[in-house]
Antibody
């Protein structure tokens, strides 16, 4: 069974930091590009960041560049998102998702809620 | 960056109806277009990839078409479980792989 399980969300003050993790199982993690997608309360989906299967190619949405860092450990089947200098507008459910060969985001985690508030 | 514009933003329909949602890209994305369904409190589910390829396990009443800048998602013979929010997303390289703003489909 394919599983993606996010963890690390929580309540943090503006300017603070959090590290999200995504544990993968049931598929060949090292062969998939991985993505983070977020959804603010009551809003639509926003693509945040992606990392290629071997970690060589990394991309971010403009609003998080310089603040967020995506990484992966293929030996441990894990994906991470280090989020620094958090802002109120970063409040959202963060999902990790996998992609094989530009064929869409096939597998998704259940999401982890990040709340940035004073 | 490529912008994705969906229409309509909301839609009311009845069980058994046929509906169409459109998605327009701000530049040519060939067939790098995906469609997702999301129900409240759950993660999105991939329905269609590469504009017209049905994801494994998705009912055949869902279909996608288009290329270049204009795309459509069609649901035939709407079922009660189809009432949800639908998103398009482009996967034309390189990222950002922007989503459309969503179309909420509810029961008339």
């Amino acid at each position: 069974e394919v599983k993606l399980v996010e963890s690390g969300g929580g309540l943090v003050k503006p300017g603070g930091a959090l590290r999200l993790s995504c544990a993968a199982s049931g598929f060949s993690f090292g062969g998939y590009d991985m993505h983070w997608v977020r959804q603010a309360p009551g809003k639509g989906l926003e693509w945040v960041s992606s990392i290629s299967s071997n970690g060589a190619y990394i991309y971010y949405v403009d609003s998080v560049k310089g603040r967020f860092t995506i990484s992966r450990d293929n030996a441990k089947n894990s994906l991470h998102l280090q989020m620094n200098s958090l802002r109120v507008e970063d409040t959202a459910v963060y999902y990790c998702a996998s992609e094989w060969g530009a064929a869409g985001l096939e597998y998704w985690g259940q999401g982890t809620l990040v709340t940035v508030s004073s | 960056d490529i912008q994705m514009t969906q229409s309509p933003s909301s839609l009311s329909a009845s069980v058994g109806d046929r509906i169409t949602i459109t998605c327009r890209a701000s530049q040519n994305i060939k067939t790098y277009l995906n469609w997702y369904q999301q129900k409240p409190g759950t993660a999105p589910k991939l329905l269609i990839f590469a504009a017209s390829s049905l994801q494994n396990g998705v009912p055949s009443r869902f279909s996608g078409s288009g290329s270049g800048t204009d795309f459509t998602l069609t649901i035939s013979n709407l079922q009660p479980e189809d009432f949800a929010t639908y998103y398009c997303q482009h996967s034309y390289p390189p990222p950002p792989n922007t989503f459309g703003q969503g179309t909420k489909l509810d029961i008339k």
